[in-house]
């Protein structure tokens, strides 16, 4: 659900020594709204792509997409969460009910979410535990 950055269409690309033909430029504004019917889909995941600053638009449109029940998967790098309660809170006023959590591995968490409804909260309501902290790369 992310752009690609604008570097990436403008680095040429060559095979041998010929150019390849410029491919289509990818959507705009970060792919908050994907090019799928409201209630169309069974599953939506996110495994490690809550990278923006916008983490809250993201599981929205997850929500406009997936049919009532769906199925939300979220894998990302447990050092990003300061206080996994908050997230989980804030996720479920975004319309979706915690069906499990992992958070046994020491590098990552994995959540499923089931799609209840609409979100409960409106747009201007801040969700202070939709804000993931950077991803640390640790040397091993």
Known sequence: MFEEPEWAEAAPVATGLRLVAARPRPAAASQIKVPLEDESVDVAVFCLSLMGTNIRDFLEEANRVLKPGGL?????????????????????????????????????????????????????????????????????
């Open 72 to 140: 939300l998967k979220v894998a990302e790098v447990s050092s990003r969460f300061e206080d996994v309660r908050t997230f989980l809170g804030a996720v479920t006023k975004l319309g979706f009910k915690v069906i499990s959590k992992d958070l046994t591995n020491s590098h990552f968490f994995l959540f499923d979410f089931e799609k209840t409804g609409p979100p409960r909260v409106g747009p201007k309501a801040q969700l202070t535990g939709l804000k993931l902290q950077p991803c640390l790369y640790k040397r091993r």
